[in-house]
């Protein structure tokens, strides 16, 4: 069962206030003896100290801190961060992805409006200097009345490990020039930081997420799906999908974003004639899902550095015997915790969420699948969907039956911490209703837009930290030290540290 703070010691003096704050003030406040007032000293205590959240005596958070509910509202077409490079069929919309299982690969992809324009990537370690060259496809797709440019998509293979490559794309005086670093070569003690973004949109808030991520050191973001919500305009106007390409450019040129496919992705629009389901994703967004031997492109994983990356699909058939299903169950016994100590699960629909947003959409899906997280010692798990924020304490709630009725999840050693990250900025704005009293599963939450980081030290830490977007900065709302379920499977603190 989860560890209350007033169960907490220290030399086996029992505490009832032990807590590292997220000002990075200790406190510590009075013996056992003293319960009676426990919860008034608490009270007090982070009054004076004017800290932005609400603990329970079970540990959980509810941040005080409370964003101003006011629409999330989308970036004209006209916008600057919409803009279109200068020149005839100038590339644009250029986004790269991992292109094999190991790292040492990687798909190119963009959109030209007019004509295929070039059919090749020029690349190489040098600037100017185009060595190589890796030829691909190109394609195009119709949805209702919308004809999308001729999306191109290369994959440029056998490239070095830990190496920074530039490479060229278009075609006479069109050409474009981007540069992208490949990852250290897998290995348990390589060290190596994600961002982790979802439900991003294309707002004003959207635009505030990613500006405050390339400030980071990301080397990789790791998407959680729900991409540009062109879904939310009539006919699921495709022309938000060319907005939401050229407005993360700045980032996704230049380094892989892991793709995960959400809700908004499916756009399945029959009144329409819109039958295909996630056909503009598919053709958009290419992942390496092949390499994995999955069958289709919305479950499939890679190795990065000392991570092991398994992406589900919460909207295709995940029950016994579906192709995703029969996927999953022989991939978990493929992952070498001695190569990549960190295994990562990415979805869309979270498991544990205590907003009456969404409240449990993704239970069939854990009932299917969280023995086997539990089995193999998932260290973390990331989901979006829920516009909102939050982090749980490591916890299952695998022994539940229909006849024992024992459905109360409880702590697990064993088990991931399940991070909902649906806070990009979309349109549709914050999920700011939290079910009340705080469950005790959940060790943060609070509703407010932003981005995380996730740096892997080494095969037994990795240091898990979440910003909100507040009054124009990126400040850091939430972290904690995660320790690998494999090589330290010893308990974290759960509070705000």
């Not at 100017?128 to 191109?152: C, D, L, M, P, Q």
């Not at 109360?408 to 549709?428: H, K, L, R």
């Not at 709302?477 to 705000?496: A, F, V």
Request: charged letters at 20%; glycine letters at 8%; hydrophobic letters at 30%.
């Amino acid at each position: 069962m989860s560890q209350s703070i007033s169960d907490q010691k220290i030399n086996d003096e029992p505490l009832y206030g032990l807590c590292l704050t997220e000002l990075g003030v200790f406190c510590l406040v009075g013996k056992m003896e003293r319960v009676a007032s426990t919860k008034q000293y608490f009270f007090l205590v982070f009054v004076l100290l004017g800290l932005n959240v609400n603990i329970s005596v079970e540990g959980g958070i509810t941040s005080r801190y409370v964003r101003k509910l006011e629409a999330s509202v989308d970036m004209p077409m006209e916008s600057d961060a919409f803009q279109v490079p200068l020149g005839y069929n100038a590339p644009q919309q250029v986004h790269i992805t991992q292109g094999d299982h190991v790292g040492s690969a990687v798909i190119v992809s963009w959109v030209t409006p007019s004509e295929p324009g070039s059919t090749a990537v020029l690349y190489g370690p040098e600037k100017y200097k185009y060595k190589y060259e890796a030829n691909g496809i190109v394609t195009r797709y119709r949805f209702y009345n919308y004809t999308s440019g001729y999306i191109h998509h290369y994959t440029v293979e056998n490239l070095e490990f830990n190496t920074k490559y530039f490479y060229k794309i278009g075609m006479g005086n069109t050409t474009r020039e981007f540069s992208f670093f490949t990852p250290p070569r897998p290995g348990p003690d390589t060290t190596y930081t994600f961002g982790v973004i979802g439900d991003l949109g294309q707002t004003f808030d959207s635009k505030k997420t990613l500006q405050h991520y390339l400030k980071t050191k990301g080397q990789a973001v790791l998407y959680v799906g729900d991409l540009s919500y062109a879904d939310n305009y009539i006919f699921h106007d495709n022309r938000r999908w060319d907005t939401w390409g050229r407005f993360t450019e700045t980032s996704t040129a230049y380094q892989p974003w892991i793709w995960t496919a959400g809700n908004h992705e499916i756009d399945f629009l029959p009144e329409s004639g819109e039958t295909e389901p996630f056909k503009p994703y598919r053709h958009r967004y290419h992942v390496p899902y092949r390499s994995s031997t999955s069958t289709a492109p919305f479950w499939y994983s890679i190795k990065r550095a000392s991570a092991y990356i398994i992406v589900l699909s919460s909207y295709s058939a995940y029950g016994r015997y579906t192709p995703q299903y029969n996927w999953l169950e022989e991939e978990f016994p493929k992952v070498d915790r001695k190569e990549t100590p960190w295994l990562i699960v990415l979805m869309h629909s979270p498991w544990y969420n205590s907003n009456n947003y969404h409240y449990m959409e993704g239970e069939t899906m854990r009932v299917q699948f969280e023995s086997w997280f539990t089995k193999y010692k998932v260290d973390v798990v990331f989901a979006g969907h829920v516009h909102a924020y939050e982090r749980s304490k490591r916890v299952s709630n695998v022994a539940y039956n229909i006849v024992n009725g024992e459905c109360t999840p409880i702590f697990d050693p064993s088990s991931p911490v399940y991070i909902t990250i649906g806070d990009g900025g979309n349109v549709e704005g914050l999920a700011a209703n939290f079910t009340e009293p705080q469950p005790k599963y959940s060790a943060f939450r609070e509703a407010s837009f932003g981005h995380a980081i996730v740096e892997i030290k080494n095969r037994t830490h990795a240091f898990y930290h979440w910003h909100r977007n507040q009054d124009g900065d990126a400040v850091v709302g939430d972290s904690q030290w995660l320790y690998n379920r494999y090589w330290y499977p010893h308990n974290e603190p759960t509070t705000s540290s």
